[in-house]
């Protein structure tokens, strides 16, 4: 459709308005649109209300606030797949989008599953010693991270835990032994 203010351009921005039960329709180009050229008046069609609505729709304030709430679609940078296209296939395009959508990830494995950590079976023999082997696995990995953002005071809680947790295997091995 050619736009209504210089019949030459394919119109791309395509307004209807309704007022007192009157419709009237704007087909502008983008050229039109922009310049705000009124000096062709059009029959059934007043343009500056037209470029008026159009500007007020994308150009005040409030319209970029308005566009400005809503947070971007995240995308892999791997493979461009976006997590509206996760979500509809419930697949991933590659390895890096675990990173990029980790947050989202976790929200959809939380409610999929108990956790979200893997566990995996525990053995029936020496179970007890593989569960309290891999409870101090986790209190290492915390001790490491406090360290790291210097929050010492929770740091010596953790390896206090460790040090009780290691006293009790050592004596636990001199039982057995």
Avoid at 32 to 57: E, Y
Avoid at 100 to 107: D, H, I, Y
Avoid at 144 to 163: H, Q, S, V
């Amino acid at each position: 459709m050619k736009c209504s203010i210089c019949h030459h351009n394919e119109a791309s921005i395509y307004i209807e308005q309704n007022i007192n039960g009157e419709s009237r329709k704007y087909n502008l180009c983008g050229d039109c649109a922009s310049a705000g050229d009124m000096s062709v008046n059009v029959n059934f069609i007043d343009p500056s209300q037209a470029l008026s609505a159009l500007h007020t729709f994308w150009f005040t304030p409030e319209a970029q606030q308005q566009k400005s709430k809503q947070p971007p679609e995240k995308i892999c940078p791997g493979c461009a797949m976006s997590f509206a296209s996760f979500k509809k296939t419930s697949m991933l395009g590659c390895a890096v989008c675990y990173d990029a959508f980790s947050s989202e990830l976790l929200e959809v494995f939380g409610r999929l599953q108990p956790g979200t950590k893997h566990r995996g079976k525990i053995p029936k023999v020496k179970g007890a010693a593989f569960a309290k082997d891999r409870e101090m696995a986790v209190h290492k990995e915390k001790l490491k991270a406090l360290i790291a953002a210097e929050e010492y005071e929770e740091a010596a809680k953790i390896r206090d835990i460790i040090r009780r947790m290691e006293k009790s295997a050592e004596e636990g091995e001199q039982k057995n032994g």
